[in-house]
């Protein structure tokens, strides 16, 4: 729904730009507004998962869990940093995700820090995403 009003709302902020004979100012208003949808879209991410079969199925292949949450830019840098390695992690985002959420606040103290990595059982707050590539199996 954010990544819509985003969208919708640099329209408007465009349609008044370009009214003004602005089209320099207007491109780069709607730019700006068509990156912040983008950012907190999840269509950016990997497919997610819930909770409960994402720690299953992590359980049965040992690949880690990103619990995220749309917006967060810390979360955006690490799936940018993935890149096509993103596919193997399972991502879970906290916003849809009740019992994600609650893993996330476990870990954190009753805070919803994300993204919160959870390898071999353990959870990392905000791990460096180079980090992160390591800890991937080679078969997977």
């Known amino acids: ?17 370009i009214s003004d004979g602005k089209p320099v100012g207007t491109a780069v208003l709607l730019l700006l ?45 690490l799936r940018l940093r993935l890149g096509r390695r993103a ?10 995700d009740p019992a994600g959420a609650a893993v996330v606040r476990a870990a954190n103290g009753g805070d919803e820090t994300v993204p919160t990595v959870v390898v071999s059982g353990r959870p990392f707050v905000n791990p460096d995403p180079a980090w992160v590539r390591e800890r991937l199996s080679p078969s997977a």
């Open 87 to 96: 596919r193997q992690f399972y991502w879970v985002d906290i916003w849809r």
């Open 1 to 17: 729904m954010l990544p819509v009003l985003f969208l919708l709302c640099g329209s408007l902020a465009a349609a008044g730009s």
């Open 33 to 77: 507004f068509v990156l912040l949808a983008v950012a907190h879209s999840p269509l950016v991410f990997p497919r997610t998962t819930e909770a409960s079969e994402a720690q299953r199925l992590s359980a049965a292949d040992g690949r880690p869990i990103v619990y995220w949450r749309p917006g967060c830019k810390y979360c955006l840098r």
